[in-house]
T-cell receptor, first 117, second 110 residues
């Protein structure tokens, strides 16, 4: 596909369960971002990958949240022991990056809406 | 600490009226500055970036370093401008990190 793809688009789970959210970035984009957006709020930064490595994971709220990008393309956001407060839209974005340059354009997916009952 | 402030959550203007969406940031130095927009049922997308000095869909954004502001402006609002607007200043010397403001919902009244 031409754009960033996120699956599932909707996920309903019970408190305490484990959840995985997948992001397939635009081919060739080396940078990949995860954001969380709660109702009425802007996207909240979670983690940023440059290639396979997490360049900045300072936004992950606690150790229940973890993300991987093993081959430098698809990424999975993993949430353990989900809580009701984790309910939000989880956005993924990818970007071309050039050393020393901020290209300034993130391409977003449609998001995965997580509801924790 | 709050890094990006968009003081208006909701803004309504009449079609043809000027519109200004405010953004203030708290970084020192010279951040890269962007505005993103999300139209109804569409993905979040880049509207404009300060470094390009561009005007997109009639919108411009002026950096005021003294006030640390990057307000988005359009002289004559159109109905199709109704959307959520997010300011995204990137802290200096942080590579490719992006932080977003809380957003302003703009409604243009016909």
């Amino acid at each position: 596909g031409a754009g960033v793809s996120q699956t599932p688009s909707n996920k309903v789970t019970e408190k305490g369960k484990y959840v995985e959210l997948r992001c397939d970035p635009i081919s060739g984009h080396t940078a990949l971002y995860w954001y969380r957006q709660s109702l009425g709020q802007g996207p909240e930064f979670l983690i940023y990958f440059q290639g396979t490595g997490a360049a900045d994971d300072s936004g992950l709220p606690n150790d229940r949240f973890f993300a991987v990008r093993p081959e430098g393309s698809v990424s999975t956001l993993k949430i353990q022991r989900t809580e009701r407060g984790d309910s939000a839209v989880y956005l993924c974005a990818s970007s071309l990056t050039f050393i020393g340059t901020n290209t300034g354009e993130l391409f977003f997916g449609e998001g995965s809406r997580l509801t924790v009952l | 600490a709050q890094r990006v402030t968009q003081p208006e959550k909701l803004l309504s203007v009449f079609k043809g009226a000027p519109v200004e969406l405010k953004c203030n940031y708290s970084y020192s130095g010279s951040p890269e500055l962007f505005w993103y927009v999300q139209y109804s049922r569409q993905r979040l997308q880049l509207l404009l970036r300060h470094i390009s000095r561009e005007s997109i869909k009639g919108f411009t954004a002026d950096l005021n370093k003294g006030e640390t502001s990057f307000h988005l402006k359009k002289p004559f609002a159109q109905e199709e401008d109704s959307a959520m607007y997010y300011c995204a200043p990137t802290p200096p010397n942080t590579g490719n990190q992006f932080y977003f403001g809380t957003g302003t919902s703009l409604t243009v009244i016909p």
